[in-house]
C-alpha cells in the first residue's frame, strides 16, 4: 500500500459569492481571523503527512502564490524592528523549496476538470484532494484520521457528516454499509437525493482520498451537473471497481464559500483563541442585547 504523501487543492474558482471583495482578491485569501482560508486547509493537509502540495490555479491567483513564498524584504523588515515572534511564525509557516506545486485549470469545467489538471503531478500514486472552501475545527485533523482509516481499509476514503434527513438535496450521500474502525464502507454514492430516496443522511464534506485510477475515469468523463465535468460521476464509476470508505468526521465544518459559512468560522476561530475569547464574547452579548 503506497502512503499518502501529495495533496490536491482546486483553487480556481472565481468567488463570485463574495464580490466585489473578490474581484482583485482570491477567496482562497480572505482571512479568518489572522490567516487566509487556504491556510488552514494546508495546515491540515501538513498535519496528515502531506509532503507535496498541488494548486490548481487560475488567472488573478498570484496572492496565493504570493503567500507561500519567501518575503525577504518582509522578514528583514520585521527582524529590524524585533518582532521575532512574529517572524518566527512566519518562517514556520513557510513551505520547503519544492514542496509546492502550481497548475492551471485554463477553464472553468468543474471540480472533476480541475482534478484531472493535477494528474502529471499527482503521478501514478494514491492522494488527498481538499476543497479549499471547507475548513475544519477539532482537535485531530480531519484529513489526518482519513490517513489512519486509509492504512487499515486501503482503497479509497471520503470524509463524511450527518445532515438533518430532510437536508438530503442538498449534499453528496452515501449509503452505509459493514462497519470499520473509524467508519464505514460505502455502498452507494447518490447526488443530492431527494429526502424519500436517500440511502443514509451522511453527506460527503469536501475531503478525499482516492486512487490515481480515477484520472483515466476522468479524462474520458462526459460533462453532468450543470455542464460540467462531476467528480461524484468518475468515483461512481471507480466505485464498481475499487471499494470506498467512509470516515465520520465528528468536528465542525465551515463552508467559507458562502458569506454565512465564513462569518461563522470567524467566530468560531475566535473564539478559539484565548487572548480574543473575551472581548468577542461580550460584543455577541451587547449586539444580542440590543435585540
Known sequence: M????????????LGTRF????????????????????QYVVEEAREAGIEHFIFVTGRNKTALEDHFDVQVELYDTLSRRGKTDVLERLKAMQPQPGEMSYTRQQEPLGLGHAVWCARELVGEEPFALLLPDMIMQSERGCLKEMVALYEETGGNVLAVEECDPSETHKYGIVGRGKETHTGFEITVMVEKPKPEDAPSNFFINGRYILQPEIFSLLENQETGAGGEIQITDAMLRLHAKQPFYAYIYKGRTFDCGSPEGFVEANLAFALQREEMRSRVKRLMQEIFGED
Open 2 to 13: 503506497k502512503r499518502i504523501r501529495k495533496a490536491v487543492f482546486p483553487v480556481a474558482g
Open 19 to 38: 464580490l466585489p471583495a473578490t474581484k482583485a482578491i482570491p477567496k482562497e485569501m480572505l482571512p479568518v481571523v489572522d490567516r487566509p482560508v487556504i
